[in-house]
T-cell receptor, first 115, second 114 residues
């Protein structure tokens, strides 16, 4: 089956620093990758959609300069949280899809804690 | 844009009983409706999905029904077991021009009491 990995699984950083999260599709080519954030006991909120080789499409209310997304290859997308603050602490999950009609395969998530 | 509402927010059932979770969506052009199960701190896992050209789909103890006219779909779990306890999310894919992005419901915490 389709496998998506995420790294790191957990990160703790100081306020003001930047954190990069990687999302990889291990056994298929992901034309589209999605980034979600999930607060405790809440639903998944889509942050942005990224297509390989093009700029990400951000959802309304998501700061593109704060959450930098790069989808440089068909198997790798990165999310960089710049100048992180405690309110950015959350569970970040990526997903990958092989085509417009395929299901999304989710990564295991990254728990970000900003002190 | 698409809006997905999910009910109930919590559901407690006795082991062996059935559980039903309902979702409504707003975009009549939505054509893909997956259901995910998420355990604490884990990734969402697809348990069943249905496309708009089908009214019902079943996989062992799990079934999903879709009413396109009323714009609602439901998850049915029969003979519930303690390991079914988790958070369940419905989702819908809005119009194709937005790609296959998913809009999620708020989630239902299912507790199966043994």
């Amino acid at each position: 089956g389709a496998v998506v990995s995420q790294h790191p699984s957990r990160v703790i950083c100081k306020s003001g620093t930047s954190v990069k999260i990687e999302c990889r599709s291990l056994d298929f080519q992901a034309t589209t990758m999605f980034w979600y954030r999930q607060f405790p006991k809440k639903s998944l909120m889509l942050m942005a959609t990224s297509n390989e080789g093009s700029k990400a499409t951000y959802e309304q209310g998501v700061e593109k300069d704060k959450f930098l997304i790069n989808h440089a290859s068909l198997t790798l997308s990165t999310l960089t949280v710049t100048s992180a603050h405690p309110e950015d602490s959350s569970f970040y999950i990526c997903s990958a899809s092989g085509s417009r009609d395929d299901e999304q395969f989710f990564g295991p998530g990254t728990r970000l804690t900003v002190l | 844009g698409e809006n997905v509402e999910q009910h109930p927010s919590t559901l407690s059932v006795q082991e062996g009983d059935s559980a039903v979770i309902k979702c409504t969506y707003s975009d009549s052009a939505s054509n893909y409706f997956p259901w995910y199960k998420q355990e604490l701190g884990k990734r969402p896992q697809l348990i069943i999905d249905i496309r708009s050209n089908v009214g019902e789909k079943k996989d062992q103890r799990i079934a999903v029904t879709l009413n396109k006219t009323a714009k609602h779909f439901s998850l049915h779990i029969t003979e519930t077991q303690p390991e079914d306890s988790a958070v369940y999310f419905c989702a819908a894919t809005p119009h194709k021009e937005y790609g296959n992005k998913l809009v999620f419901g708020a989630g239902t915490i299912l507790r199966v009491k043994s």
